[in-house]
Structure formats: structure tokens, C-alpha cells
């Protein structure tokens, strides 16, 4: 899955099409997303935020989007996924700003797709993702067929967690499924909403010493982001977090994720 070649114990470089992923829901996966889109872009990369969260999309919510179309017009052939994309905070060719490819808001029009079509949507998201250098794939919750069909679509995974233990045993669910898949699956892990540094440490400690036993392989720690109250400002504001809170701690670990996953994350 991952497009770099490595040895095992050398730092790991993320490919350009990430999924975000969680298992549990509500941990903090499209707050993240948005935060490393604006994070890449502020890096100078034109990028790309799908949300694939079929059956509960909400990244325009989020963003105070009215976006003119979503996947679920692509689905339906109406709109190519060129022409189904909306800019935010200037859109990819501002620095700072993104490209987003909308879900079907609320509808639940994309739950319960059947494999083939998945299988086109992934196969579009891949085609969408050339014209750009960085694709951010907002999952869904769970461990679906489906999700794990997008997640396979993309050249790494980022698996967020936080220091709840029904957390840890939904990623660990997660990654289980996702490596009967592809047994080659190594995802990055990051642990958001982190009370304070111990907390951190010990959630990562539980996952990768139950993902090494086993598994037989360690997620590598990607970053840890602090519990932070102007995420949810920036969300009830509807503004990107970069626009609304650019001082914010949270937003400076999310700088240092995107500047981990580009450099390499070292292997433990
Ligand atoms: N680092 C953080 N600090 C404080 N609150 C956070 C943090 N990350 C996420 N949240 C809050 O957690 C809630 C769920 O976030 P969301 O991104 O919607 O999760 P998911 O996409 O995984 O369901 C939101 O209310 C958001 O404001
Ligand atoms: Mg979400």
C-alpha cells in the first residue's frame, strides 16, 4: 500500500493520497482532515479533501460550504468529480486554501452502496486525487466493507485515536480489518485531544503493544495534538481553524504532522 520504499526501521515518508481513519467515531477525524489541508497547503501543496464519510458526510458543515455538487452527483453521473469540486479558504491554488470534493450532506444517498460502485468511487477518487499533490480521504466511522474499500484507495492511513480505551479497541479493529486486506498495511497513527503528555503516551503504548503482539508490527507515531478549545470554536464558527484560530496549539501540532509525514516518521 505505502508508495515508499523503506527498510524497517528507516524513517517512513507518507504517500500523496492519505485516509483518515478512526474506527470509533466522533475522535476528531474531520477536524484533523481540514487542520492538515490547511496545513499542507500553508506548505505550498495543492491539495485535495474528499469526504468519504458515505452515510453521515459533513465536511461542508464544517467549512460553511454550499458546495454546487458532492459524490453522490458523481455517483449518479450528473457531475464529473472535476466539476463536483468546491473551493475553501480560496480553494487549492491560494496558499492556505483547499480543494473539497463534498459528501451527500445529511441525505444518507451514498450509505449502502453496493461494492461495484464503491469500487468506481474509490477508482474516481484515485483519478481525482492526480491533479493534486496531497488528497486528504475523510473516512467514516466503523470498519465496513466500504471503508476499508476507500482506505485501501489510498497510499497510506492515518489511524486517530484518543486516550479512551473504547477508542483503542475500535483502531485496533480497524487496522485488524484493514490488514486482512493488505497484509502490508502500516498505518501512521496520531493521538488527538490529548489531555496532557502522559495520557498521550500511555494511549499510544496500549495500541502498539496490542498491534505488535498481535499483528506483529508497531504503528509508527505520527503526532500528538492537544486537547484544544478552538477546534470546536473553529466548528461552531463554521471557518477553517487556520482562518479562525492560526495561534491555536492544536493547529501548530497539526503543522508538525504534515511536516512528519512529508520528512519520514521514524519507526520504533
Ligand atoms: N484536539 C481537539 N481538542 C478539542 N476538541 C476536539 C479536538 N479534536 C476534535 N475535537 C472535537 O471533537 C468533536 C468530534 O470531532 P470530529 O472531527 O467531528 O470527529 P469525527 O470526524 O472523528 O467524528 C468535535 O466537537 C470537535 O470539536
Ligand atoms: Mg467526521
Do not use: W
Request: glycine fraction near 10%; charge should be neutral; hydrophobic fraction near 45%.
Amino acid at each position: 500500500m505505502s508508495l515508499s520504499p523503506h527498510a524497517d526501521d528507516a524513517p517512513r515518508l507518507a504517500g500523496p493520497v492519505l485516509a483518515i481513519a478512526s474506527g470509533k467515531g466522533g475522535v476528531g477525524k474531520t477536524a484533523l482532515t481540514l487542520a492538515l489541508a490547511q496545513a499542507f497547503s500553508a506548505r505550498k501543496a495543492r491539495t485535495l479533501v474528499v469526504d468519504a464519510d458515505l452515510g453521515m458526510a459533513n465536511i461542508d458543515v464544517q467549512l460553511g460550504l454550499n458546495p454546487k455538487g458532492d459524490l453522490s452527483s458523481v455517483v449518479a453521473g450528473c457531475l464529473s468529480l472535476e466539476e463536483a469540486v468546491s473551493p475553501a479558504a480560496g480553494g487549492a491554488d491560494k496558499r492556505g486554501g483547499f480543494d473539497v470534493l463534498a459528501g451527500a450532506s445529511g441525505s444518507g444517498a451514498l450509505a449502502g452502496l453496493d461494492t461495484g460502485a464503491v469500487g468506481r468511487l474509490a477508482a474516481g477518487v484515485t483519478a481525482a486525487s492526480l491533479s493534486y499533490e496531497r488528497t486528504l480521504i475523510d473516512l467514516a466511522a466503523g470498519a465496513e466493507r466500504s471503508t476499508i474499500r476507500m482506505a485501501a484507495a489510498a497510499d497510506d492511513v492515518v489511524i486517530v485515536i484518543n486516550d479512551e480505551p473504547t477508542s483503542l479497541t475500535d483502531a485496533y479493529a480497524f487496522i485488524k480489518t484493514l490488514r486482512l486486506r493488505d497484509e502490508g498495511a502500516a498505518p501512521f497513527v496520531v493521538v488527538n485531544n490529548a489531555p496532557d503528555a502522559d495520557a498521550a503516551r500511555r494511549a499510544y503504548a496500549v495500541l502498539s503493544r496490542t498491534c505488535q503482539s498481535f499483528l506483529g508490527f508497531t504503528p509508527p507515531l505520527a503526532a500528538t495534538v492537544r486537547r484544544d478549545a478552538h477546534i470546536p470554536d473553529a466548528i461552531r464558527a463554521q471557518m477553517p481553524l487556520s482562518q479562525r484560530h492560526p495561534d491555536s496549539k492544536a493547529l501548530k501540532d497539526i503543522a508538525g504532522l504534515a511536516r512528519a509525514l512529508e520528512r519520514g516518521v521514524e519507526t520504533v
